[in-house]
């Protein structure tokens, strides 16, 4: 039922609600300005030679075992790819709705392409939609929109 992808042209992602600790975690860490939008490899698209560029950053990493920082994730190395490739990664944030976070986004009442359980909170927020034995499709489209 989702939308046609976005038009892709480099690297297309999402970022992460601001009220994720990430944020503010990598802000600090790396001294970034206000403006900086931690992007989560949740969900996103590019054009080919994006994706062989970032192929090869990330078979690099895990070959040298290059741990990233603050925190050693799939998310933190595409951070740190987007923020410190030499070739200066353009992208594109796309809208919440292609990697929509109910459990952050729960007062948004948007249509999502996408909906992201992963992760500590978000698989706790799935746990707790399939204990109250409600229709999980009917919840979601009840929730936010068909």
């Not at 990493?61 to 353009?90: A, Q, S, V």
Request: hydrophobic share 30%; aromatic share 14%.
């Amino acid at each position: 039922d989702s939308e046609k992808l976005p038009q892709v042209n480099k690297l297309s992602l999402v970022a992460e609600p601001e009220s994720c600790e990430t944020h503010s975690l990598y802000k600090n860490y790396y001294k970034l300005n206000d403006d900086f939008k931690y992007l989560n490899s949740g969900f996103f698209i590019c054009d080919k030679k994006s994706a062989n560029i970032l192929s090869d950053y990330m078979i690099n990493r895990i070959k040298f075992k290059k741990k990233g920082n603050p925190k050693n994730t799939d998310n933190g190395i595409l951070n740190e790819y987007i923020l410190f490739n030499d070739n200066k990664t353009e992208f594109k944030i796309l809208d919440d709705k292609w990697n929509f976070w109910p459990h952050y986004s729960y007062l948004n009442k948007i249509k999502p392409n996408i909906i992201h359980f992963a992760g500590g909170d978000g698989s706790k927020y799935l746990s707790n939609l399939n204990k109250s034995k409600e229709n999980l499709r009917d919840l979601l489209e009840n929730s936010y929109g068909k």
